[in-house]
Every structure is written in C-alpha cells, then in structure tokens.
C-alpha cells in the first residue's frame, strides 16, 4: 500500500496526539503494570475506572459483593490459578480433540440461546430470516439457526484455520448453499471502518494484511451473531498491550450495525458486566433497543466472566445508532492507526464524573439486568472453591497417564507440587487480573501429540481430554508467543 495516511485521516487520529507527552496525557494515569502481569487485559481491571465501578456496585448490589469476594478468592488460590492456566494454553492447542470439545461446547450453548429466544426476530417471517455470523467457526451457533428456522439464509465471516481460527464443523458453500462463508480476519478491513480512503504506511506492523474489502456489502439481515474470540497472532495491527481486543469488539459491532436491518435482533459475546467499557456497551445498546437481554449459559464457562447480550428490536437507522457507530468506528482508527507512529493509541481514560454520571444514571439498570448473570457465575464459583478446583478422576499430587500418539507406553502428565490436574475449558479470564502466574509449562512441539482416552472413573465410553498438564521442557519461540498472547476472549 502507499507509504502514509491521507492529511485528513492522519489529522483526525492526531488530534490529541500532536506529540507523544500530550497523547499520554490525553490518556490519563493508567496503572504501571504490576509483576507477574501477562498481558494488558488483566491490568486493566485494575484501570481507575473499572476499580471505581466496582467499588460502586459492591455499594449498591448484594450479588456482586457476594461474587466480587468469591472472584478475590479464586485469585488467592493456588489450583484456581493452576486450572485457570492449563485451560489458556488448552485453548490454544488446535487439535482434533480440542476442537471437537470446543464444538460441543458450543452446540450446548447455542442450544440454550435458541431457548430463551435470542434467535428470534420481532416480527420477522421465519421463512425469510437472514442472519449475519461474524467468528462463525467452528458454525454450532449456524447450524442452531438452520435448526430452528429450515429456510433461512446465512452469511458469515471468520478467521482462517492457518491464522488460528476454529475448523468449520458444518458444511457451507457448495456442500449446503444456505451457509456462505468468508474466510478472513474481520480487524484487518480499513474501507470498512473508516469513513474516507486511506494509505497505510508500508511500515505499519499490519500493512501486508489490511484487505480491501467489504464483504456481503448492500446485504442486510434480521439476525446478527458476533461471537469473537482473540487468538495468538490475530491482526497484526495494533500490538501495542491492549489494542487487539478493542480492534476486534468494535469490528464487530461496526460491520454488525452497518447491515443488521431496522427492528433486528443483535446478539453478542461480553465480559465483566461490572466494567466500565461493557457498562456503557450496554446503555448505548439499551438507547437503540427495545429491549436488552444478558444471559449467562448454565452448560459451559460458569466460572468465567463472560456473557451474551441479546438486544431486539434495533432501530438502526436511527441517529443514535449513528452515533454509537461512529464511535466505535473512532475506537477502532485510534486502536489500529492512532499517535504520532501511526500503529495505534489505548483509549482515552474516562475521568471519575464520567464515572459517576454513567453510574447514576444507568447503574440501577445494569444491576436489574445483570443479576442471573452474577448468580450463576457466583454459585459456580463457590462450588469450585468448596473443590479447590479438582476435576473427577484425578489425586492430588498425582500424575495422570495416556497413550501417545504412536499408541506405544504412555506420556505421563505433569501436575506441579501440591497441585491437581486439571483439563479442558476456554480462554477467558473469570475473575479479573491474577497476581500471579502458574509455571505450568505448554506442551513442547517436538513431543508426539496427545490423544483422548477413557478414563476408568470417567464411565464407560466417554473421552476424556488429555496431555493439558505439561512436560517442563525449555519454550519454543512459538511457545513464548502463545504463553504471552492475550487470552481474554474480547468484551472490550
């Protein structure tokens, strides 16, 4: 591409950013990053505003208190934080066995969507129901929809298998002609997200992957499903700590909104009702809806922060709606292309009134809307707690064993000192950033690749995923990346 941005798009991202002392003061005080910190989306529950909007709702909400001191003693547990580590670098194992367990886990979950209705569209015809998937691997959601509306039509776009992305599980394109599939990464789309044509500098970090594209453009549907999960090495653009999760939610939320139709239905994965970033999320959304649903599945992530928000009736055509995106669309330049090198800026931070004055208005609200949420997260929780986070079928201090790929003696599993094994799960963080961080080592890439086996207390028959504790062995440079990379699935 050329070698810089157009004046007027360069002026706009510059303009509390004429040097590099005013940009960070434009920024406000971010919290230094603490020891042990991996990765910037922990630190950010430490940001002045995610801690004053904690503080307020502890105030204000029985619940939240009550899962705010059980989150505080899931960090001071040393299984928790040995399970919740194996279950990161599971997440980014993309093997047979994991995809598929991932698959079912989505198929539980879309399952439970489909029955509290956030598949439905107000006063949508069923036989003409069009829906927009963004993230559609490995396709449960999609194959849910098809299940529940035969005649529908679906369009979706998601990260190849060779960038990270999940396998599709369904059949598409010629093999099923009500599923098109686009296979990119939705961050890397500028004519999308910016109002004007731009040049990229060839020296940005993500010049050779933007796409000059804009896919199912003049399109609308009735149905909008973002589901996005960050994986290690996604985009390219905006590497700086942080900037990857906010590239992806406001890719979403821009392509979503610019072809969802005018009374829509538009469903999205969230973390942390009780941060600020989600907080105002949800009122903008509440403004432009007729109604805001958030709901937590009960058959998979109980433990973790993380939520759908189902809103219905979108009126996106309003100006409000114009309004919301236009500033996403300003989050996703200033993540991607802001300050004066032109690879990206963090947010600006939200001074305390703006704390406050969202607090008053919409904190009651939110407290209204988040409070199942809240409960099965809670109550999850305090089980594993009361278990100390110990899976059936594995002792403590014990080593597990499974057959190695060649089907020749046994690879043993590695469980640290005075800690459980542990398996399976997803990549987002339940409780907030971890002052510590487990030495569980992921798994060397020159060993033989592990297999599921049928574990005698598991019962008869049922696969039980296995290799997810880690031999010690040095990191490759492949390792170190994935052990560094952001495992926060996006609800920024």
Same mark, same amino acid.
């Given at each position: 591409?050329?070698? $810089?941005?157009?004046?007027?798009?360069?002026?706009?991202?510059?303009? @509390?950013?004429?040097?590099?002392?005013? /940009?960070?003061?434009?920024?406000?005080?971010?919290?230094?990053?603490?020891?042990?910190?991996? @990765?910037?989306?922990? %630190?950010?529950?430490?940001?002045?505003?995610?801690?004053?909007?904690?503080?307020?709702?502890?105030?204000?909400?029985?619940?939240?208190?009550?899962?705010?001191?059980?989150?505080? %003693?899931?960090?001071?547990?040393?299984?928790?934080?040995?399970?919740?580590?194996?279950?990161?670098?599971?997440? /980014?194992?993309?093997?047979?066995?994991?995809?598929?367990?991932? @698959?079912? %886990?989505? /198929?539980?979950?879309?399952?439970?969507?489909?029955?509290?209705?956030?598949?439905?569209?107000?006063? @949508?015809?069923?036989?003409?129901?069009?829906?927009?998937?963004?993230?559609?691997?490995?396709?449960?959601?999609?194959?849910?929809?098809?299940?529940?509306?035969?005649?529908?039509? +679906?369009?979706?776009?998601?990260?190849?298998?060779? $960038?990270?992305?999940?396998?599709?599980?369904?059949?598409?394109?010629?093999?099923?002609?009500?599923?098109?599939?686009?296979?990119?990464?939705?961050?890397?789309?500028?004519?999308?997200?910016?109002?004007?044509?731009?040049?990229?500098?060839? $020296?940005?970090?993500?010049?050779?992957?933007?796409?000059?594209?804009?896919?199912?453009?003049?399109?609308?549907?009735?149905?909008?499903?973002?589901?996005?999960?960050?994986?290690?090495?996604?985009?390219?653009?905006?590497?700086?700590?942080?900037?990857?999760?906010?590239?992806?939610?406001?890719?979403?939320?821009?392509?979503?909104? /610019?072809?969802?139709?005018?009374?829509?239905?538009?469903?999205?994965?969230?973390?942390?009702?009780?941060?600020?970033?989600?907080?105002?999320?949800?009122?903008?959304?509440?403004?432009?809806?007729? $109604?805001?649903?958030?709901?937590?599945?009960?058959?998979?992530?109980? *433990?973790?922060?993380?939520?759908?928000?189902?809103?219905?009736?979108?009126?996106?055509?309003?100006?409000?709606?114009?309004?919301?995106?236009?500033? &996403?669309?300003?989050? &996703?330049?200033?993540?991607?292309?802001?300050? +004066?090198?032109?690879?990206?800026?963090?947010? +600006?931070?939200?001074?305390?009134?703006?704390?406050?004055?969202?607090?008053?208005?919409?904190?009651? *609200?939110?407290?209204?809307?988040?409070?199942?949420? &809240?409960?099965?997260?809670?109550?999850?929780?305090?089980?594993?707690?009361?278990?100390?986070?110990?899976?059936?079928?594995?002792?403590?201090?014990?080593?597990?064993?499974?057959?190695?790929?060649?089907?020749?003696?046994?690879?043993?599993?590695?469980?640290?000192?005075?800690?459980?094994?542990?398996?399976?799960?997803?990549?987002?963080?339940?409780?907030?950033?971890?002052?510590? +961080?487990?030495?569980?080592?992921?798994?060397?890439?020159?060993?033989?690749?592990?297999?599921?086996?049928?574990?005698?207390?598991?019962?008869?028959?049922?696969?039980?995923?296995?290799?997810?504790?880690?031999?010690?062995?040095?990191?490759?440079?492949?390792? *170190?990346?994935?052990?560094?990379?952001?495992? &926060?699935?996006?609800?920024?």
């Amino acid at each position: 591409m050329a070698s $810089s941005l157009e004046e007027p798009v360069a002026a706009q991202l510059q303009l @509390n950013s004429n040097n590099e002392a005013s /940009n960070q003061a434009a920024q406000g005080s971010q919290p230094p990053a603490a020891p042990g910190f991996v @990765n910037y989306s922990r %630190q950010m529950d430490f940001a002045p505003q995610n801690v004053r909007a904690k503080v307020w709702l502890r105030d204000h909400d029985d619940t939240f208190r009550q899962l705010d001191d059980l989150r505080e %003693q899931g960090w001071s547990s040393p299984d928790a934080d040995e399970f919740f580590e194996k279950e990161r670098m599971a997440a /980014n194992q993309k093997t047979g066995d994991t995809e598929d367990r991932y @698959n079912r %886990q989505f /198929n539980k979950i879309s399952k439970e969507l489909r029955t509290m209705g956030a598949f439905e569209v107000l006063g @949508n015809n069923p036989s003409e129901l069009s829906s927009l998937n963004l993230c559609m691997a490995p396709g449960a959601y999609t194959a849910a929809i098809l299940e529940q509306y035969p005649n529908a039509s +679906v369009c979706g776009i998601t990260l190849p298998v060779e $960038s990270g992305g999940h396998r599709m599980m369904i059949p598409y394109g010629s093999a099923d002609s009500r599923v098109d599939v686009e296979f990119m990464d939705i961050t890397m789309l500028p004519e999308e997200f910016l109002d004007c044509a731009v040049n990229i500098r060839a $020296s940005h970090p993500g010049a050779a992957k933007f796409v000059s594209q804009s896919p199912f453009a003049g399109k609308s549907f009735g149905l909008v499903l973002c589901d996005g999960n960050l994986v290690p090495g996604q985009g390219g653009a905006g590497k700086k700590a942080g900037l990857e999760p906010v590239r992806l939610l406001t890719a979403q939320l821009v392509f979503g909104m /610019n072809r969802i139709m005018s009374g829509g239905t538009f469903v999205i994965l969230l973390h942390k009702a009780d941060a600020f970033h989600t907080i105002e999320l949800l009122k903008d959304f509440c403004s432009i809806s007729e $109604s805001v649903t958030l709901f937590k599945p009960k058959t998979a992530h109980q *433990k973790k922060a993380s939520f759908y928000m189902v809103a219905k009736g979108v009126h996106s055509s309003g100006s409000e709606a114009h309004g919301c995106v236009a500033k &996403w669309r300003a989050c &996703w330049t200033r993540a991607t292309f802001g300050g +004066v090198d032109q690879t990206g800026l963090q947010a +600006v931070t939200p001074t305390t009134a703006d704390v406050d004055a969202l607090l008053a208005e919409f904190g009651p *609200k939110l407290i209204a809307m988040s409070q199942d949420v &809240w409960k099965i997260q809670a109550e999850a929780l305090k089980k594993a707690l009361d278990k100390k986070f110990k899976y059936p079928g594995t002792r403590h201090g014990m080593q597990s064993k499974a057959p190695n790929s060649s089907g020749h003696g046994s690879i043993p599993r590695y469980t640290a000192p005075g800690r459980r094994a542990a398996t399976g799960g997803s990549s987002s963080e339940p409780f907030g950033p971890r002052h510590q +961080v487990s030495s569980i080592m992921p798994p060397n890439e020159n060993e033989p690749q592990r297999k599921a086996y049928n574990h005698p207390s598991k019962g008869k028959g049922k696969d039980t995923p296995v290799g997810l504790g880690w031999h010690q062995s040095p990191l490759t440079d492949k390792q *170190k990346e994935i052990a560094n990379a952001s495992s &926060w699935r996006p609800g920024v």
